[in-house]
């Protein structure tokens, strides 16, 4: 077993991790501690139904895109086209960004209250 199957069962645990806590995150009402890090008081958020309702989608849709490259790596579907594999592998870390992206974006607005230009919302 090489490094590059081992990295694609990871990226496959890391997605099916992804989806489990989006599905959590669901069905209990509560943010995980993944998506605001280490130590933020969620009872504090200002928005949390918010921050809820926007980074489901964000958050099942990125561990399902990780599933999915990971278990295609995994499997070597695309061990003859080398090209599809390395654009795969692209195209997952650019949505992997953009979920960052995302999802700092909706810290800022609904668990802290800030704008985009990082003005108090007043509500």
């Not at 990295?7 to 959590?24: D, E, F, H, R, T």
């Not at 995150?25 to 509560?30: A, Q």
């Not at 607005?109 to 985009?116: A, C, F, P, S, T």
């Amino acid at each position: 077993m090489d490094f590059g199957i081992i990295l694609k069962i990871l990226i496959m645990a890391c997605g099916i991790y992804m989806i489990y806590w989006s599905v959590q995150m669901k069905s209990t009402h509560k943010i995980p501690q993944m998506l605001v890090g280490k130590g933020f008081p969620t009872d504090r958020a200002k928005d949390p139904e918010g921050f809820m309702k926007v980074t489901f989608p964000l958050t099942m849709g990125m561990g399902i895109i990780l599933f999915a490259v990971g278990l295609t790596g995994a499997l070597e579907l695309f061990i003859q086209y080398p090209l599809v594999d390395t654009l795969l592998t692209v195209l997952m870390l650019a949505a992997l960004v953009i979920y960052g992206m995302l999802l700092l974006k909706a810290q800022k607005k609904y668990l802290i209250g800030l704008d985009d230009n990082n003005k108090k919302i007043n509500q």
